[in-house]
T-cell receptor, first 112, second 112 residues
Framework: NAGVMQNPRHLVRRRGQEARLRCSPM?????VYWYRQLPEEGLKFMVY????????ESGMPKERFSAEFPKEGPSILRIQQVVRGDSAAYFC??????????FGPGTRLLVL | QKEVEQDPGPLSVPEGAIVSLNCTYS??????FMWYRQYSRKGPELLMY????GNKEDGRFTAQVDKSSKYISLFIRDSQPSDSATYLC????????????FGTGTKLQVIP
């Protein structure tokens, strides 16, 4: 039973480029959360999605960031026109019927 | 003031020692409490989950919650070098599907 999968594991972008981060939840899970972890800081909630719906985006920056979780395929976190401050580890977590969020290995984004 | 405060450490202990990790929180709405373990360059892994005041034990790990003082603890007995990791406390107002608020994490090193 595969866990939460994220790809790519490492992503390097130059300022102004777009970053696309993908998350495949555990089998049978239809709830996905995205968190960002900056150095020396804890994980910060960004967005919570169900299939085809954004449920809570209260932690998402208002500009340049968007997320989707289509009916088929992985959840995507998209960052347009990246800046150096976007460099961080981005984790997704999935949840099924249990009250537990299972985390993926993360994508480490470096903006040059 | 942060909603969740956690001493970042690092905390260094000899093998076999009892480790005490702590968090305080300010939001009285938090009712569900979790401890995650995160190895370097990996995603967080759920260790303990509780929603009531008192103690919950699982093997060498004991989670303690004091809602009146807004204080939670994780105790690790007979600590092992494999316990060396960053420990994140986390909490939410209720169970089910919603965002989780994390502490910044305490880095633990268990020396053989």
């Amino acid at each position: 039973n595969a866990g939460v999968m994220q790809n790519p594991r490492h992503l390097v972008r130059r300022r102004g480029q777009e970053a696309r981060l993908r998350c495949s939840p555990m089998k049978g899970h239809s709830h996905v959360y995205w968190y960002r972890q900056l150095p020396e800081e804890g994980l910060k909630f960004m967005v919570y999605l169900q299939k085809e719906n954004i449920i809570d985006e209260s932690g998402m920056p208002k500009e340049r960031f968007s997320a989707e979780f289509p009916k088929e395929g992985p959840s995507i976190l998209r960052i347009q026109q990246v800046v150096r401050g976007d460099s961080a580890a981005y984790f997704c977590a999935s949840q099924g019927m249990e009250e537990t969020q299972y985390f993926g290995p993360g994508t480490r984004l470096l903006v040059l | 003031q942060k909603e969740v405060e956690q001493d970042p450490g690092p905390l260094s202990v000899p093998e076999g020692a009892i480790v005490s990790l702590n968090c305080t929180y300010s939001n009285s709405a938090f009712q569900y409490f979790m401890w995650y373990r995160q190895y370097s360059r990996k995603g967080p892994e759920l260790l303990m989950y509780t929603y009531s005041s008192g103690n919950k034990e699982d093997g060498r790990f004991t989670a303690q919650v004091d809602k009146s003082s807004k204080y939670i603890s994780l105790f690790i007995r007979d600590s092992q070098p494999s316990d060396s990791a960053t420990y994140l406390c986390a909490m939410s107002p209720r169970g089910g599907y919603q965002k989780v608020t994390f502490g910044t994490g305490t880095k633990l090193q268990v020396i053989p």
